[in-house]
């Protein structure tokens, strides 16, 4: 993820440097020193990331939890709600429509958290985690 600009700037460089290395010990310390700025990019977001965890500020520290909530309460409604209310309007006489609600966006962000806290249980269990 490029949230500071700088691979696009490696990108050029790298394109530019091409034309310049002729041997492969060149291209081999031009792969390491741009994996060096791939890799203080990837530190300058996880430092970010815990900025905002540390955060007593509902708006900052608590995106990520009203994401999952928003997330589940969606599936909860989709898959159980919704049927119920359907089930019991219609053993009423009701025969309009319900609204279509799309929740594939929402299904692919909850099950992309699911598996990340998964992972994280995973590492729990192994004994590798840091908290």
């Not at 034309?19 to 060149?26: G, L, P």
């Not at 919704?82 to 025969?95: H, M, N, S, V, W």
């Not at 806290?117 to 729990?124: A, C, N, Q």
């Amino acid at each position: 993820m490029d949230l500071i600009g700088i691979g696009s700037v490696i990108e050029s460089v790298g394109k530019v440097a091409e034309h310049f290395v002729t041997t492969d010990k060149e291209k081999m310390a031009l792969e390491i020193e741009a994996r060096k700025l791939d890799q203080a990019n990837d530190m300058a977001q996880i430092g970010v990331n815990t900025e905002e965890a540390k955060s007593s500020s509902l708006f900052v520290s608590g995106w990520r939890p009203a994401i999952g909530w928003v997330c589940g309460i969606g599936l909860l409604y989709v898959s159980t709600i919704l049927p119920i209310i359907e089930f019991i309007a219609k053993a009423r006489g009701y025969t309009g429509d319900f609204p279509y609600i799309d929740t594939s966006i929402t299904m692919q962000v909850l099950f992309g958290m699911l598996g990340l806290s998964g992972m994280r249980t995973y590492e729990k269990t192994k004994g590798v985690a840091a908290k």
